[in-house]
């Protein structure tokens, strides 16, 4: 007598496949990383996404793994972020099928356009030969300036159609931008949080960023892979290293300095080098820093480095934390 699997059984077998997992540790699996693990297969079992999201789809594989390989005193952080990373690869998917719905709208609007115009130069064509034979029969003037007003009201109401066909067209395709817009906005916010999540829990453990005296100052520095290119937003190792060094400093006064090296345009770089600062003091003062705390930003104007090497542009994009 064959044994019928229940659907979430036969789920998880199929993302331990995929995966390249023995069936023994799909089923060693808690149940939690169990659903998971099934919410996922189904996400890669729907022919709709197919190849979409797969940065998204990666990141939640290894959430999982996260998980899996997790201590007991980390479980309900890896759980908590492998939930959100499936949820932003199902939002990320879907974000993806409505963009290829909209380009086919903006296709199908464009097909209409054209064959507007080949209408009307096609209705140009036949009025040019009808006034042409009428011409010749004048007795007939009467008939033809009728039949000629008659075509043209014909032809503005059909355009008028199609016009209005192409404007339903644009709303449509712009509510579903907007919709892919909001729920990729959720998305990020909703990993940003989870990232906050993890440094919170990371920080009691976390190091120090590197530093040095100055005088009777202490310089504590961030290296410009302390954030995502181009941007002000932290990585989870650079936030955690955060909120420990805001426990350290306590209520002494700090200054917050940003630095980038001198590629792009200097206005650019010098926001740049603010943004990052204001961060950086943000996560200060709300992991317990209470002392005065001052943001600057100097773009490329004090490097530390040579700015025509790779590394000394690496050096020279930097936050320095002057606590004293």
């Known amino acids: 007598m064959a044994i019928r699997l229940p659907r979430s059984a036969f789920l998880v077998v199929a993302f331990a496949l995929v995966q390249g997992l023995p069936l023994a540790a799909a089923e060693r699996v808690d149940p939690e990383l169990a659903r998971l693990q099934a919410e996922l297969a189904?996400?890669?079992?729907?022919?709709?996404?197919?190849?979409?999201?797969g940065v998204e789809r990666l990141k939640a594989q290894q959430a999982l793994q996260a998980l899996a390989e997790a201590r007991?005193?980390?479980?309900?952080?890896?759980?908590?972020?492998?939930?959100q990373r499936v949820r932003a690869a199902f939002a990320a998917a879907r974000a993806d099928v409505l963009a290829q719905r909209s380009a086919e709208l903006d296709r199908e609007r464009?097909?209409?356009?054209?064959e507007a115009s080949r209408r009307e130069a096609e209705n140009a064509r036949r009025e040019a030969e009808r006034l042409r034979l009428q011409a010749l029969a004048?007795?007939?003037?009467a008939a033809r300036l009728a039949e000629e007003a008659e075509a043209e009201r014909t032809a503005r109401?059909?355009?008028?159609?199609?016009?209005?066909?192409?404007?339903?067209?644009a709303e449509q395709a712009r509510r579903l931008a907007a919709t892919r817009a909001?729920?990729?906005e959720l998305a990020r916010q909703e990993a940003e949080l989870a990232s906050q999540l993890v440094a919170e829990a990371l920080a009691a453990d976390a190091p120090l960023p590197p530093s040095r005296q100055v005088g009777p100052a202490t310089v504590y520095t961030l290296a410009g892979s302390a954030f995502a290119s181009g941007r002000a937003t932290l990585t989870t190792e650079a936030n955690a290293s955060l909120r420990r060094l805001a426990r350290e400093i306590g209520n002494r006064s700090v200054e917050v300095v940003g630095h980038t090296d001198s590629q792009g345009a200097a206005q650019a770089n010098l926001q740049l080098s603010q943004r990052r600062a204001e961060a950086v003091a943000a996560i200060l003062k709300e992991s317990g820093a209470?002392?005065?705390i001052r943001t600057t930003g100097r773009g490329a104007a004090e490097p530390v480095a040579d700015n025509a090497t790779a590394e000394g542009r690496a050096k020279n994009r930097r936050v320095e934390i002057i606590v004293r």
């Open 42 to 53: 189904r996400l890669e079992a729907d022919a709709q996404y197919a190849g979409l999201a």
């Open 72 to 83: 007991r005193s980390e479980r309900a952080s890896a759980l908590y972020i492998a939930e």
């Open 110 to 114: 464009d097909q209409i356009m054209v």
């Open 138 to 141: 004048r007795q007939e003037e």
């Open 157 to 169: 109401a059909e355009t008028f159609a199609l016009a209005e066909k192409a404007r339903a067209d």
């Open 182 to 184: 909001r729920e990729a």
């Open 290 to 292: 209470t002392g005065p």
